[in-house]
């Protein structure tokens, strides 16, 4: 994988805002992520397997990601190589890893917002395979 490309130095706020976003969920850092979700936050995650489904209220997004965490043992990753944005929406493309007991991640995928006020209101995930995807948390 090439590393990402180096940041324009002045850039959409939106395009900051997921940007700081993403370096969040690298940290772990659940209270920061928070702050960037709107309370009525709706996260969608297509497909079949155990963590696919329909993600209400800033606590249930917060939720899905500990779990993400909690089912990888702490292995998942998700790195934006590609952050953009405009005044209502933004997009995020990324490369996703994690390792269970004999099943490896390692995909791209797409991550679509809709932001008002300076807060995420709707993220819409899509993996690359969504097959694989399905089959490494089942």
Excluded at 62 to 79: A, M, N
Aim: glycine share 10%; aromatic share 10%.
């Amino acid at each position: 994988m090439n590393p990402a490309p180096a940041r324009p130095s002045v850039e959409h706020p939106n395009t900051s805002l997921l940007w700081e976003g993403y370096t969040a969920f690298a940290k772990g850092d659940m209270d920061l992520i928070r702050a960037l979700l709107a309370d009525d936050v709706v996260h969608r995650v297509p497909g079949r397997g155990p963590l696919c489904g329909v993600y209400r209220t800033a606590a249930e997004v917060l939720g899905f990601y500990v779990r993400l965490f909690e089912l990888s043992g702490g292995t998942f990753r998700t790195e934006p190589y590609a952050v953009m944005a405009g005044d209502d929406h933004g997009v995020a493309l990324v490369h996703t890893r994690a390792a269970r007991p004999g099943k490896v991640l390692d995909g791209r995928a797409v991550d679509v917002f809709r932001i008002r006020d300076g807060r995420i209101t709707e993220i819409r995930s899509i993996a690359e395979d969504q097959y694989a995807d399905d089959a490494f948390w089942s």
